[in-house]
């Protein structure tokens, strides 16, 4: 069918071919290592919980109404739980404010959620509370924890009952 000529002629460009394939498939899994093993980043977080109209007690509080999440992963969240009363006289809504982040450029990596839905509540009523802290998956986050030497950080986190 080929001609000798004919397939050595083909051999050459079939293994560039193959040889750049090899280079670029060998070059992504460096690549994916490299970018996976950056993004397991772990930071070590703390919480200030300030409580006005309430009162917190159980599950993840600790002494001065502080939080401590641990370790956090890059892309990956932690959950606080604890229980919550009002101690106002009158039916109240719940609001939270996220504040005093150290350091302070670290706030855009995070969201803070909570699972209270805007339930009025009764004095003396209590409450079961899940406040979830998500780290952002950035390349964005890695770049500026190394360049800033973070290894920790802290924030303040403000649960007020106001009058429904």
């Given at each position: 069918?080929?001609?000798?000529?004919?397939?050595s002629?083909?051999?050459?460009?079939?293994?560039?071919?193959?040889?750049?394939?090899?280079?670029?498939?060998?070059s992504?899994?460096?690549i994916?290592?490299?970018?996976?093993?950056s993004?397991?980043?772990i930071?070590?977080?703390?919480?200030?919980?300030?409580?006005?109209g309430?009162?917190?007690?159980?599950?993840?509080?600790?002494?001065?109404?502080?939080?401590?999440?641990?370790?956090?992963?890059?892309g990956?969240?932690?959950?606080?739980?604890?229980y919550?009363?009002?101690?106002?006289?009158?039916?109240?809504?719940?609001e939270?404010?996220?504040?005093?982040?150290?350091?302070?450029?670290?706030?855009?990596?995070?969201?803070i959620?909570?699972?209270?839905?805007?339930k009025?509540?009764?004095?003396?009523e209590?409450l079961?509370?899940?406040?979830?802290?998500?780290?952002?998956?950035s390349?964005?986050?890695v770049?500026?924890?190394?360049?800033?030497?973070?290894?920790?950080?802290?924030?303040?986190?403000?649960?007020?009952?106001?009058e429904?």
């Open positions: 069918m080929f001609s000798q000529q004919n397939r002629s083909l051999q050459k460009p079939l293994a560039l071919a193959f040889t750049l394939v090899l280079v670029c498939l060998i992504a899994a460096l994916t290592i490299a970018v996976s093993t993004m397991d980043a930071i070590q977080n703390s919480g200030r919980i300030t409580l006005v309430l009162e917190a007690y159980g599950g993840d509080i600790g002494s001065a109404n502080s939080i401590a999440l641990g370790e956090i992963l890059l990956s969240s932690k959950d606080v739980s604890f919550m009363r009002s101690i106002s006289n009158v039916p109240t809504i719940l939270f404010s996220v504040t005093d982040w150290k350091p302070d450029g670290i706030k855009q990596f995070f969201l959620s909570w699972n209270y839905n805007g009025v509540v009764a004095p003396n209590e079961f509370v899940r406040i979830t802290l998500n780290a952002v998956p390349f964005e986050f770049d500026y924890l190394i360049s800033n030497q973070i290894a920790s950080f802290s924030f303040d986190l403000s649960i007020y009952a106001v429904a």
